[in-house]
Nanobody, 127 residues
Framework: QVQLVESGGGLVQAGGSLRLSCAAS????????IGWFRQAPGEEREFVAA????????QYADSVKGRFTISRENTRNTVYLQMNSLEPADTGVYYC????????????????????WGQGTQVTVSS
């Protein structure tokens, strides 16, 4: 398994942007599907975006399509989440997660499909 550390969160005004990073340690990062999830206070953790082990087939929650972009640099063991046009509803703790996969294109959108999680980074969007 890989160990994941998120960074890049913070406080931003509505309409602003942030870029989150998910840095992985461990071997064979390119064998892992990576997903981003978020959790608002009192809410369940929800899917945001995911990308295949080699950067194909990005998938997004409907609520972030057109505003968020997921990408990865396997040479840097890092996955990014570029978040533009942020809204107060985007506020929450953002987590990245990993799951080893043999497929080059498959992604995972269910929380239960992932078996390794980072500690999370707080994103707060003010109105």
């Amino acid at each position: 398994q890989v160990q994941l550390v998120e960074s890049g969160g913070g406080l931003v005004q509505a309409g602003g942007s942030l870029r989150l990073s998910c840095a992985a340690s461990g071997r064979d990062f390119s064998r892992y599907v990576i997903g981003w999830f978020r959790q608002a206070p009192g809410e369940e953790r929800e899917f945001v975006a995911a990308i295949s082990r080699i950067g194909l087939n990005p998938q997004y929650a409907d609520s972030v399509k057109g505003r968020f972009t997921i990408s990865r640099e396997n040479t840097r063991n890092t996955v990014y989440l570029q978040m533009n046009s942020l809204e107060p509803a985007d506020t929450g703790v953002y987590y990245c997660a990993s799951r080893r996969s043999d497929s080059f294109i498959d992604v995972l959108i269910a929380t239960a499909s992932y078996d390794s999680w980072g500690q999370g980074t707080q994103v707060t969007v003010s109105s």
